[in-house]
């Protein structure tokens, strides 16, 4: 299974007016309707194998980001102006009083394969512009193993002051004290329903065909487990080659420093040759969060299973004694 990758989805006008007298940037969590979560699982798993985005619409309140409403992006082959839909859908969502404030935006993801450099780059955009932004990943095949995979992301204020200089050397990386670990932030999140769907969920609750108490105690299956490992290994075996590949820039780079020291020392103009330029490294920091990532999916996933198997263990000795 592979994307096919798109163009980011262009980024929304905002009016500054409705943004005074918020606190700039700050969000402790993140409730989305379920209705708009809905929408977003129903876009996703309709483009399984595709890479889809859209925007979500909300209001910022205090620290809290509420999420009331989501649409989706246009098709990675549609050709037409993806600003002037963006500007179209804001006027009719408008039209009939719904909320047309963009809070950010929400991106697919097969098992959990959304770090990469187009990311970043869309979610500063959108960070710039409304710093209370999240990016919404919703993975459409863990979800279909039983567990929900959707979690809200945003950028780091450190990494957002470094990535504004636009220097991704480890010189700029030392100097900001940036590691993998301080790209991205998870922002907690909850889903949040009426009244009355709350009472059609315990009605539904009372009838056995909706019942999903067993379907619980299904073990992680093996091509998912499977597949974050072979995800992690690859990460490993880039970030080796990035490094290998670091080290002999460094061994490069000595070299020329020296030579530029002989021709000083000789009197020899050294004008002519210049400093090699530094070698960028936001792609190996991006393969550590990855890994780090990918580590914790492994991890939840084994505790998961392991508790399952205790409780399906316990189980069967109570039907045994049952039937003895």
């Known amino acids: 299974f592979f994307f096919r990758l798109r163009a980011p989805f262009p ?5 500054s007016t409705e943004e005074k007298g918020q606190t700039e940037g700050q969000i402790d969590k993140v409730q989305i309707d379920g209705l708009a979560l809905l929408k977003i699982i129903k876009h996703c798993d309709e483009n399984k194998g595709e890479s889809v985005n859209g925007q979500l619409l909300g209001l910022h309140v205090d620290s809290k980001l509420e999420v ?21 859908m804001m006027k009719l969502l408008k039209q009939v009083n719904v909320d047309n404030n963009s809070v950010g935006w929400y991106q697919s993801a097969f098992i959990g394969e959304w770090i990469d450099n187009d990311i970043i780059r869309t979610h500063y955009n959108f960070q710039s512009k409304i710093p209370e932004s999240v990016v919404l990943i919703y993975d459409p095949y863990t ?12 950028l780091t204020q450190k990494f957002m ?44 609750q009372c009838k056995d065909k909706f019942s999903c ?12 487990f499977k597949r974050n490992l072979d995800i992690m290994s690859n990460s490993i075996d880039d970030l080796l080659q990035d490094q290998n590949k670091f080290s002999f820039y460094q061994r490069q780079r000595v070299r020329a420093q020296a030579a530029r020291n002989r021709d000083k020392t000789d009197g020899h103009d050294e004008g002519s040759k210049k400093n090699l330029p530094y070698l960028g490294r936001m792609d190996a ?16 996933m084994v505790g998961q299973s392991m508790t399952k198997m205790f409780e399906v263990d316990a189980l069967n000795r109570v039907h045994q004694s049952n039937e003895s």
Not at 143 to 154: I, P, S, W
Request: no cysteine; glycine share 2%; charged share 30%.
């Open 143 to 154: 979800t279909t193993k039983g567990n929900l995979a959707v979690k809200t992301y945003r």
């Open 213 to 224: 108490t067993f379907d619980r105690l299904e073990l992680t299956g093996d091509m998912l």
């Open 11 to 15: 980024m929304p006008r905002t009016d």
């Open 285 to 300: 920091y991006l393969t550590a969060q990855k890994i780090t990532h990918y580590s914790k999916k492994v991890r939840t």
């Open 68 to 88: 009331t409403n989501s649409f989706p992006g246009l098709p990675a082959e549609e050709k037409a102006d993806h600003e002037a839909f963006l500007d179209v």
């Open 161 to 204: 002051r470094f990535y504004k200089s636009k220097d991704f050397s480890h010189v700029n990386f030392a100097k900001h004290r940036i590691d993998s670990s301080d790209i991205f932030e998870e922002v907690p999140m909850k889903v949040h329903n009426s009244h009355l769907i709350h009472a059609f969920l315990y009605e539904l």
